[in-house]
């Protein structure tokens, strides 16, 4: 957030260095003129604490937290309190868990250890597990010609351990491996005026619905990041692959391997007062002989971060691709401005993934910022088939299912 500030008095700078600094510094104060309230100075102190997640401060403060976001879309406000150490076992051991719920019954518990003895300027380890219980998914049908009217609602409820790992190969250059277990149960599903999923859908139409299974999961992946800013750039860019295998441990019916690419790249100009933001990203699922991908861990296309004039998790299928352009413009220091255009959609069958038959959705929105990151985002979206609003605690490419 800009500070007050005042313009220097000429000859005062006693050394070159200290005049650049004042020229700086008045720059500044003309291009963002405005004074810092006490509701942002408690805003800031807040955020501090770890108000949100995703922001540069990582590590953020010891102690209790507020909790905003970061569940599944579609299941209600999220909110929740948590708890951090990053001094454990001599500074060895940093700790993170959180409790978060919804109104409309949703529940999430996770708990991450960052192996501080083990990590260098190069490199890291990390342990991550997750409970979460969402009862208001959607489920429309498979693929780009399923209809908005077979709209149904399926519980999905969740558990798994990661093990992550990582090294700097050079700057901002970065690969590593992940390896854990992750057990899913589907159900009933519980919003009101839609129809359950086993209603409408089988699980031959809809392999893995009431087929609980375990998996084994391990993978690798690369990722190149000259973003500016992690939690709200202006500048940069980012570029990451990661190929991940899943084997069904109990019924052996589900085993896949799956590919995500996803590129990010900010075009500033205007003295980072305008960005052009620019994404494309695609996953693709391939199916061991014999077997099948369930429908749970298929790439979607639709929601608060892709696709926002269509209604959440809109299309499923084994392989999806999306594209999104925004031109964004700073409004004031805690607000920028953005029109946006979406396009996507998903495949039964990599060769069908091309430019032809796309998904459109276009729109206004704001991004709400605090110490330059954003931490609220509306959107006003349409598409042939709807009108949206989008409320979300996060960047637009930030999103779920597609989150490094």
Not at 68 to 91: C, E, K, P, V
Not at 315 to 320: L, P, S
């Amino acid at each position: 957030m800009a500070l007050p500030l005042e313009t220097p008095v000429w000859g005062q700078a006693e050394t070159r260095a200290e005049e650049i600094g004042f020229l700086r510094r008045d720059k500044t104060a003309q291009l963002w003129p405005e004074t810092q309230s006490p509701l942002v100075d408690k805003l800031n102190k807040l955020v501090d604490r770890g108000l949100y997640e995703g922001f540069e401060n990582t590590k953020g403060t010891n102690g209790w937290q507020i909790v905003l976001g970061g569940m599944r879309s579609g299941q209600g406000t999220t909110a929740g309190i948590g708890y951090r150490r990053s001094d454990l076992w001599h500074d060895r051991l940093g700790f993170r868990s959180t409790v978060r719920g919804t109104i409309w019954g949703a529940v999430m518990l996770d708990m991450g250890l960052d192996f501080q003895s083990l990590r260098t300027e190069r490199s890291f380890i990390q342990l991550y597990a997750k409970y979460e219980n969402s009862p208001r998914m959607d489920y429309y049908g498979q693929g780009q010609d399923s209809e908005e009217d077979d709209r149904t609602s399926f519980r999905l409820e969740d558990y798994g351990v990661d093990m992550d790992a990582g090294y700097e190969l050079f700057k901002r250059f970065k690969i590593g491996g992940t390896l854990g277990y992750y057990h899913v149960h589907t159900g009933h599903g519980h919003r009101g005026g839609v129809p359950s999923i086993e209603e409408i859908f089988t699980s031959e139409d809809t392999p893995g619905l009431r087929q609980d299974t375990g998996f084994f999961r391990y993978g690798l992946f690369a990722q190149y990041d000259y973003r500016d800013s992690i939690a709200g750039p202006r500048s940069g860019g980012f570029y990451a692959v990661r190929h991940r295998r899943y084997e069904d441990l109990d019924l052996d019916q589900f085993g896949f391997h799956q590919l995500e690419i996803q590129a990010q790249q900010y075009l500033p100009y205007w003295n980072k007062t305008r960005v052009i933001a620019l994404r494309f990203a695609t996953i693709m699922s391939f199916p061991e002989d014999g077997q099948a991908i369930p429908f749970y861990l298929q790439p979607t296309l639709g929601g608060n971060d892709s696709l926002r004039g269509f209604e959440r998790y809109r299309y499923y299928d084994d392989h999806a691709v999306m594209f999104t352009a925004e031109h964004r413009w700073y409004v004031f220091s805690g607000l920028d401005m953005a029109v946006f255009a979406d396009a996507g959609k998903v495949v039964p069958r990599k060769g069908h993934i091309n430019f032809g038959h796309l998904s459109v959705s276009g729109g206004v929105g704001f991004r709400f910022r605090i110490q330059n990151a954003v931490v609220m985002r509306v959107d006003f979206a349409f598409s042939e088939e709807s009108a949206r609003v989008c409320w979300t605690f996060s960047d637009i490419f930030k999103a779920e299912g597609w989150k490094w």
